[in-house]
């Protein structure tokens, strides 16, 4: 992890398209500012996650429900013959 200091109205540039600017220190809060390209997806990191773990979740059947759609197949190959 790169750690640097930054003050108020200083920023940071990475890779030629994003910039990070120090917009308030206040106290334990310090407000950003990012300006990137549209097709740059920008989240707080705990929405991140959030999504992260959703997506997860939804790729991932259930037993119930493998076990229903065994069912109908079953039930499909049997009323084939």
Avoid: C, W
């Avoid at 549209?38 to 493998?66: C, G, M, W």
Wanted: proline fraction near 4%; charged fraction near 35%; glycine fraction near 4%.
């Amino acid at each position: 992890m790169l750690v640097l200091s930054r003050k108020k109205g200083e920023s940071i540039i990475i890779q030629d398209h994003i910039e990070v600017t120090v917009l308030e220190v206040d106290g334990d809060t310090v407000r950003i500012g990012i300006s990137a390209p549209k097709h740059v997806d920008i989240f707080r990191k705990e929405l991140y996650v959030s999504i992260q773990e959703a997506n997860r979740e939804s790729a991932t059947p259930s037993v119930p429900e493998v076990a229903a759609l065994m069912e109908l197949l079953r039930e499909e190959k049997d009323r084939k013959k």
